[in-house]
């Protein structure tokens, strides 16, 4: 698996070293600040329904990527901070291949009535029961902590 | 190969940062060039995205990223770049899927976010450079620019104010495009020449600014267009070529790499003549020593004439040879590919006579756009009739 | 059916403008991100050469023999002929002024005060226009010139490291062009 290999010697005059020297702000979007500045005040999500094939898109977005039609104003709409877990793994490294210290459960959402899902972690007692399917609800930061960001959503747990 | 007609362009408002995502902005350009083509997302065959380097945006798989607001959800869909070329490059890619007959209708967005990169868009050229050689003497891309500029003045003995005008004429050109970021009405040569040194010879003026936006343009069979049109603008040919990177080993005052393409462009469109044929051009133009040495490039005129024919008029909108009637990349701005906007939409509203205030008034019939990019070292052309 | 409308196309500009107060004061919601990669990029055995070189005080080349090109920076192959470069050269570490800028802005497009004087030297000894962008010092902005004779100025050999920063900058060569 050469993926997971390790560089051997980055030392050696035959390499030079270097990283990426840039920062990035990424503005969440027309419809994302909607959804986030929605989620800053409320315990709810929002969703948009496309008004030509009436998926209902979670995240929130303007345009039906189906259909190709702006969604307008009056098909947004407020949905509880639950889902169902659709899949999920349970993670012993972290992003950059450290070991955790206690193995994390990481699943995709799908959320109550939409047609779209997110993922997050899921805090539960017994990491290896069988989660698929089991709904679950959001536990968010306080509202004066909130900042507008997907970590505003802590983790999903079971009700 | 098939003739391919253009039958539809949209583009965003440019300007230094906008709210909307990528996806977003390439959905409201698509959007709009499906609405002046007439068409819906189910007759297209194919989409081609262009955009420039990653590390704009900051998101790699770029081109996945976009595509849903593309119309590219299930279709068969590539992402194309070669830095500043894009804009240019993008719309060939197009060309050559009509062309070879993969696609009768072929969507060609366009799309750069600079306004997420801090502390400022030129961070992220340094990751362009070599690592070696270029880098670790924090090169700005700006020097560069600089340099050639300086090489090219040199060699023709050519004076600050004759440039300035380019700058000046292309941001009076804007001020009838309503996606502009820098129109200015009564931008003199003293205002460029008094501007802020960035880096000598460049002064801030001389500079199109970074920008966020999105262009679309809608490709389809010359014999399938006329079902939507009734005389459609054809792309008569088009040519792209690179240089090698070795930039410190190249001559910088003339980019013959862009004369490369323009031939090959030419050749495909039957030009012998390129001088007394082309009516108009839309040259790239994000500095405005660039415009000239692409006039140059583009066999439009002798190495070093055309500070000259700019100093005559004979580049104005009204002139013989008009050169940026869009306003170019230092009156509209310059989300790198998205500049397909005034580098290809604007041939098409041109010989559409669809331009509005930024109408050519002497009825065009060829006009040539051209882009440049990586290393200074790309040329792409595109040649379209009426 | 379209038809030659004399009103103007784009019809209309669709996008929403944000000033970089409406980030700075929050009225509108960002994620901020910065990347944490690494790289350790191989440089080749042309390049490893000519930065070992550089830190032993000297500049070295590659010789194509068949166009006959003495090419710094030095590569294994040509890219015109498109074969194997032939054999090292050691060349001077004077060379010729190609082109210049005198920068007020730094590699992240931050104002400075002091210009960076920066340009590209075709290397003594190298075939014409053969050389690489570095630094000039001990010169005033004005006295530089496209055509001007330089010299290297080199870090003292403890501090060379084996990088393009083992020349300090380039110095006006006395005696020496217009
Ligand atoms: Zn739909
Ligand atoms: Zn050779």
Redesign the interface.
């Known amino acids: 698996m050469t993926f997971l290999e390790k ?1 051997t010697d ?1 030392t050696s ?21 909607k959804f ?2 929605h989620l ?1 005040k409320n315990d709810t999500f929002l969703a948009t329904k496309c008004p030509e094939c009436n998926k209902v898109f979670f995240p929130p977005r ?2 039906c ?4 039609c ?1 969604i307008p104003e009056e098909k947004w709409f407020e949905v509880p901070s639950k889902g169902s877990i659709k899949l999920f793994t349970i993670a012993t490294i972290d992003s950059y291949g450290k070991k955790l210290k206690e193995p994390k459960v990481i699943g995709l959402i799908n959320i109550d009535q939409t047609d779209g899902s997110l993922l997050g972690v899921i805090k539960t007692d017994k990491p290896d029961e069988e989660l698929q399917g089991v709904h679950v609800e959001a536990v968010l930061k306080p509202k004066d902590k909130r ?4 970590k505003d959503i802590l983790y999903f747990k079971k009700k | 190969m098939r003739k391919v007609a253009v039958i539809g362009a949209g583009m965003t408002l440019f300007r230094r ?1 906008l ?3 990528g ?2 902005l390439s ?1 409201l350009a ?2 709009m060039a ?1 609405e002046d083509a007439g068409i ?2 189910k007759d297209l065959d194919m989409v081609i995205m262009g955009s420039a380097p990653d ?1 704009f945006d ?1 998101i790699h798989l770029k081109g996945e990223n976009l595509l ?2 593309a ?1 590219a ?1 299930n279709k068969p869909y590539v992402r194309v770049f070669n830095g500043g070329g894009t804009g240019v490059f993008a719309p060939i890619a197009g060309w050559w899927h009509v062309a070879s007959g993969v696609a009768d209708v072929a969507l060609v967005v366009c799309e750069e976010k600079m ?5 400022h868009p030129q ?2 050229f ?2 362009i450079w070599d ?2 050689l270029d ?1 670790p003497l924090n090169t700005n891309l700006v020097w560069l620019f600089a340099m050639e500029m300086n090489r090219y003045m040199t060699v023709h003995n050519i004076k600050k104010e004759d440039i300035a005008r380019v700058a000046v004429k292309n941001k009076r050109n804007a001020v009838g495009h309503p996606c502009a970021q820098l129109p200015d009405e009564n931008i003199t040569i003293d205002d460029v020449l008094n501007s802020e040194v960035v880096a000598w010879p460049v002064q801030r003026l001389d500079i199109s600014p970074p920008s966020d936006g999105a262009s679309a343009l809608i490709l389809c069979s010359e014999e399938k267009a006329k079902k939507y049109v009734e005389d459609p603008i054809t792309i008569a040919g088009v040519g792209w070529n690179i240089d090698s990177t070795m930039w410190t080993n190249r001559d910088l005052y003339f980019p013959r790499y862009v004369a490369n393409a323009a031939k090959m462009a030419y050749k495909m469109a039957g030009i012998d003549n390129p001088r007394k044929e082309i009516d108009f051009a839309e040259p790239y133009d994000p500095f405005d020593y660039k415009e000239l040495q692409h006039m140059e490039g583009l066999l439009l005129c002798d190495k070093g004439e055309a500070p000259i024919l700019t100093r005559e008029g004979v580049t104005q909108r009204d002139g013989n040879l008009p050169i940026c009637p869009s306003g170019g990349l230092l009156g509209v701005g310059n989300p790198i590919a998205a500049t397909m906007g005034q580098k290809v939409c604007e041939l098409y509203w041109q010989l559409a006579g669809k331009a509005g205030k930024r109408q050519i008034p002497t009825d065009p019939q060829i006009g040539v756009g051209q882009a440049w990019g990586d290393i200074m070292q790309m040329g792409t052309v595109i040649v379209m009739k009426r | 059916m379209m038809s030659m409308k004399k009103e103007g196309y784009p019809k209309y500009a669709p996008g ?1 403008h ?1 000033s970089r107060k409406d ?1 700075r004061n ?1 009225n ?17 055995p042309a390049i ?1 050469r000519f ?2 070189e550089l830190k032993n005080g000297k500049i070295i080349a590659r010789c194509c023999n068949k166009c006959d090109r003495v090419i710094v920076p030095p590569r294994m192959f040509c890219e015109y002929c498109y074969k194997p470069t032939d054999k090292w050269l050691y060349i001077k570490d004077t060379g010729t002024v190609e082109t210049f800028s005198i920068a007020y802005l730094d590699g992240d497009a931050r104002r400075i005060k002091d210009p960076i004087l920066i340009g590209v030297i075709s290397i003594d000894g190298a075939s014409p226009q053969h050389g690489f962008m570095h630094y000039f010092g001990e010169m005033k902005p004005e006295e530089l010139h496209i055509g001007m004779k330089v010299k290297a100025v080199w870090k003292p050999e403890k501090e060379r490291t ?1 990088a393009i920063t083992d020349i300090k900058y380039f110095k006006p060569l006395k005696g020496g062009g217009k």
């Open positions: 560089q980055p005059p035959m390499h030079w070293r270097g990283n990426m020297q840039a920062d990035y702000l990424y503005l969440s979007g027309v419809a994302g600040d986030f500045k800053m303007l345009y990527e189906d259909c190709f702006e900042e507008g960001t997907l | 940062i709210q909307e995502t996806k977003e959905f698509t959007k499906m819906e997302k590390a900051g849903d607001g119309a959800a306004g997420s990169c801090f502390p961070t992220a340094r990751h690592p070696f880098r | 929403t944000v980030i929050k509108k919601t960002y994620t901020w991100w910065e990347p944490e990669v690494q790289y350790s990029w191989a440089m080749g490893s930065l070992q084996g």
